[in-house]
């Protein structure tokens, strides 16, 4: 899961110089190089996932690297903006492989609260990429070019790969695996949307993820632009992903104490909290200070921290007889969602950090109301 990170925020601080590359005349082109590689990951796991519930999950995961690979090499000699996007879609089906099939393999080995326990553990894993990825992406750019940030990735995916078929057993057994049919991905997706607390919180992960992503795809141009913090943005970068990590691996404990419906609540609730303090303090002001809008990014991102796993954990939770699919799906709705935000909110920042504080807002406050409808849908039920 990782190498998805790593293609992402590795490209970070080469933005503005791919632009260049390919022509491109706005920040709003730019974060579309951060933005599209999300659509192929929403697209893609529609096709790997229930594939993975009929030929087993280490296939799958092969598949996606190859694509991958065609993918970064396509990237690697795009001269236009539209050839980039393509190649950056293209990637994000290929790793929408082992992003989704390694939830799928987590589903298979473990349930419940421990399974949300796993899921910090592997949460902090991923999250060690964007501590070091755009510190290492600048590195490459400073010693090579733009294009040698694509070929370490290469390089790195073939030892991964190599690690995964020599470490990991496949984890869908024989007598589990389904025949490959139309009826299945029907059927299976029919299923899947009978249980509301699985597209309840998929949904809530579709708007926490929307908003995040405005982050991502604006945070070169907020710390390099805004800020002219050319130097120092991969040590920002790297002590935000540090307090997410660092929440992530609390998550791994306090989860078994409190249950992962009360960690994801109070989380919630601060992140909402948090986004409108921030609109309160400087909503007709020119940005804060460095110190003052890194703590508030800070505290978000320790929020969020708690969220990522345990909205998965959830939303898998019940529907682990169809790993697979509702992998699958759930991560596409989630991504279909999350690209639409981004792009929408990410179109406004220009000036100031504040609009993804408003977009953190609505987001959150829109998690909390679906939150509330599956608690009480719940309450009903008992």
């Known amino acids: 899961m990782s190498v998805v990170a790593l293609a992402i925020d590795a490209l970070l601080p080469a933005l503005d110089i791919i632009g260049k590359s390919i022509g491109t005349s706005t920040n709003s082109e730019n974060q579309l190089l951060i933005i599209m590689i999300f659509l192929g990951l929403g697209v893609g796991p529609l096709v790997f996932g229930p594939i993975s519930d009929s030929l087993g999950r280490k296939p799958i995961v092969y598949m996606g690297f190859s ?36 939830i799928a393999i987590v589903r298979d080995s473990y349930s419940g609260d421990y399974m949300a326990r796993i899921m910090s553990f592997i949460t902090v894993v991923f999250l ?33 790969s190599f690690w995964f078929w020599e470490r990991q057993p496949e984890t869908l057994h024989p007598e589990y695996r389904r025949k490959l049919t139309k009826a299945l991905l029907i059927d299976g997706n029919k299923e899947l949307f009978k249980y509301k607390q699985t597209i309840g919180y998929t949904i809530i992960s579709g708007f926490i993820t929307g908003s995040f992503l405005v982050y991502l795809s604006t945070s070169q141009q907020i710390f390099q632009q805004q800020y002219q913090l050319i130097d120092e943005f991969p040590y920002i970068f790297a002590a935000l992903a540090i307090s997410m990590a660092a929440a992530s691996l609390s998550n791994g404990t306090l989860v078994l104490k409190y249950g992962m419906k009360k960690m994801v609540t109070v989380a919630l609730y601060s992140y909402f909290g948090i986004s409108l303090l921030y609109i309160l303090l400087y909503y007709n002001s020119s940005n804060p200070s460095i110190g003052i809008l890194f703590t508030f990014f800070a505290l978000q991102f320790f929020a969020i921290g708690f969220l990522f796993g345990n909205l998965r954990a959830l939303a898998m939770q019940p529907i682990g007889h169809i790993a697979g699919i509702g992998a699958a799906t759930t991560g596409f709705i989630s991504t279909l969602m999350a690209v639409p935000i981004s792009t929408l909110i990410g179109k406004f920042v220009a000036n100031t950090a504040l609009p993804i504080f408003i977009g953190f807002v609505i987001c959150s406050f829109l998690a909390i109301i679906v939150l509330r409808i599956i608690n009480s849908t719940s309450e009903k039920q008992i």
Request: charged residues 10%; neutral net charge; glycine residues 6%.
């Open 67 to 102: 694509l991958f690979i065609v993918a970064s090499l396509i990237c690697i000699q795009a001269e236009s903006i539209e050839f980039m996007i393509f190649g950056r879609i293209l990637q994000g089906i290929g790793l929408s492989a082992p992003r989704t099939i390694s």
């Open 128 to 160: 060690l990429v964007p501590i070091i990825a755009p510190a290492f992406g600048k590195l490459i750019l400073d010693l090579y070019n733009w294009q040698a940030i694509f070929y370490i990735q290469l390089f790195i995916v073939f030892i991964i």
